[in-house]
């Protein structure tokens, strides 16, 4: 296999990732080999991604902020005349690429997710084709770093790469997973995950216009602040959660006659807020308070990383979380005597000297984000680690690339 080293050091920084690589590439290597008797051929990789701010403004047309971190899928794959995906800990992947039929039975599942990357390329008139991968992910599944949207990504740059000479630009890549998520998963879902991971790096996107998005690309650098994630618990089982922030604010938006908050100005809502209340529940209206103030946020957080004023970027950042856990109310799942996510906060702001820490991506369980000065993270992480475990706490680094070939 050949692969530009170059491209390492954008994927995985100087970190221990760099190290690291070729004996996981040697590892997934001897499995294609053993199963199909010759090396492979090509190298993908796809990422997780972090939520800066813009915490669930996505699926209504709003602006976020997010970012492509160092943990990642990797992958050696071939061209062939059907699917086959073998993955460690699932049961091989084997199906003609033509077959892309929606079967109930399949929502929630892998398979879901490929037919529906593949049924994405076909209804946009892109090619599809088949193909032999081996694969491995240290994302790990259901806490909030998007494990699905990377698989998505990760499909859909293969089939952009073997079939269609790389057509397909990076929105168009996350459109396609998006209709994977939300039509053959079975997940309602807005395009930040995707998105994020399709383009690499911090990303401003500015989704007002959803087929003509404003994308603003800002590199690597968190102003001195490194990321720390926590995971407090499994998200992955939370879809009726997330689908009733969306309907509630649908709610709102369907009162003024719109399809989407972002539609409605703030002014016009404020107004009519005595009218709305007989019409919504307080909750609905919080959560559309808190729409409107994490779009400004968004725009406050870009400012700072642009002025490099991480004092802004941090107490911004603050703001989105105390407003996500107050307005819009996806710090736990109604009834949890757990919340996991209201502890690890609190934990976490007890050891920070220099930072902060926020909900991070859909809530209600899943992960905290911290951001610690680079001197602190190690020193932060043990300390977080003693709490809630060494598998549920790890660092990450910003990444320069996207879903990519190498």
Avoid: W
Wanted: aromatic share 10%.
């Amino acid at each position: 296999m050949i692969y530009n080293e170059e491209n390492l050091t954008k994927i995985y920084g100087n970190g221990k990732g760099v190290a690291e690589f070729p004996a996981r590439i040697g590892i997934l290597n001897d499995v294609f080999k053993a199963k199909f008797g010759h090396d492979s051929t090509d190298i993908f990789s796809s990422p997780g991604r972090i939520e800066i701010c813009g915490n669930h403004t996505d699926h209504n047309n709003g602006r976020v902020l997010v970012g492509t971190i160092d943990c990642d899928m990797l992958a050696v794959v071939e061209k062939a005349d059907k699917v086959h995906i073998i993955s460690e800990g699932y049961v091989d992947m084997i199906f003609d690429f033509n077959d892309t039929a929606l079967l109930p039975r399949e929502k929630g599942k892998s398979k879901a997710m490929v037919k529906g990357v593949l049924q994405g390329f076909k209804d946009r008139g892109f090619n599809i084709g088949g193909f032999r991968m081996v694969m491995d992910s240290r994302i790990f599944k259901g806490a909030g770093v998007s494990s699905s949207a990377a698989y998505e990504l990760l499909m859909a740059e293969i089939l952009n790469f073997y079939y269609n000479d790389g057509a397909l630009d990076r929105f168009k890549m996350a459109e396609v997973g998006q209709f994977s998520e939300n039509v053959y998963f079975g997940k309602p879902c807005g395009l930040l995950d995707q998105s994020g991971i399709s383009f690499g790096g911090i990303v401003d996107i500015d989704f007002k216009n959803p087929k003509e998005p404003i994308v603003n690309r800002l590199g690597c650098d968190l102003l001195g602040y490194e990321v720390v994630i926590v995971n407090t618990g499994d998200h992955s089982s939370l879809t009726k959660e997330y689908a009733a922030i969306i309907g509630e604010l649908s709610q709102v938006a369907e009162y003024f006659g719109e399809k989407v908050l972002r539609d409605v100005p703030q002014e016009r809502f404020m107004i009519k807020l005595p009218q709305l209340r007989k019409k919504v529940s307080g909750r609905a209206i919080l959560r559309a308070i808190h729409f409107y103030e994490e779009n400004y946020r968004v725009e406050i957080a870009v400012r700072a990383i642009k002025e490099k004023k991480s004092k802004l970027l941090l107490s911004t950042i603050e703001k989105s979380g105390l407003s996500s856990q107050i307005n819009l109310q996806n710090a736990y799942k109604e009834g949890d005597l757990n919340q996991g996510i209201p502890l690890a906060l609190a934990v976490a702001k007890t050891f920070i000297k220099d930072g902060t820490a926020r909900v991070h991506g859909g809530g209600f369980a899943g992960t905290i984000i911290a951001f610690v000065k680079s001197r602190d993270k190690v020193k932060f992480a043990n300390k977080m680690k003693n709490v809630f475990g060494n598998d549920n706490v790890f660092s990450a680094t910003l990444r320069e690339l996207g879903t990519c070939h190498l």
